[in-house]
Nanobody, 115 residues
Framework: QVQLVESGGGLVQPGGSLRLSCKHSGSIFRAFTMAWYRQAPGQRRELCSLITISGRTNYTDSVKGRFTISRDNAQSTVYLQMNNLKPEDTAVYYC?????????WGQGIQVTVSS
């Protein structure tokens, strides 16, 4: 059974940075497409960033140029480096793993951007 455990969230001031980590266990990490989703209060969950098994990346427009997704297959971990954070980035961030047709979610981690 795949398990995803997020870490690295918290409270940060506008303009600050955070790095989220998601540790994958229970299967062959390198075979999975990995992604970060986020859900702000009262909003739908949205795709933030995705990285394929070949390392191709994709970002939603609102985070392009500020967020960077990466993966370390040796450590079975996906990262989300978030720079120049804005109050509108405040959300619960979820790690997601897909090996079609199977999909897995982490428990979510809070990121709050506030002065």
């Amino acid at each position: 059974q795949v398990q995803l455990v997020e870490s690295g969230g918290g409270l940060v001031q506008p303009g600050g940075s955070l790095r989220l980590s998601c540790k994958h266990s229970g299967s062959i990490f390198r075979a999975f497409t990995m992604a970060w989703y986020r859900q702000a209060p009262g909003q739908r969950r949205e795709l933030c960033s995705l990285i394929t098994i070949s390392g191709r990346t994709n970002y939603t427009d609102s985070v392009k140029g500020r967020f960077t997704i990466s993966r370390d297959n040796a450590q079975s971990t996906v990262y989300l480096q978030m720079n120049n954070l804005k109050p509108e980035d405040t959300a619960v961030y979820y790690c997601y793993a897909e090996l079609n047709p199977r999909q897995y979610w982490g428990q979510g981690i809070q990121v709050t951007v506030s002065s």
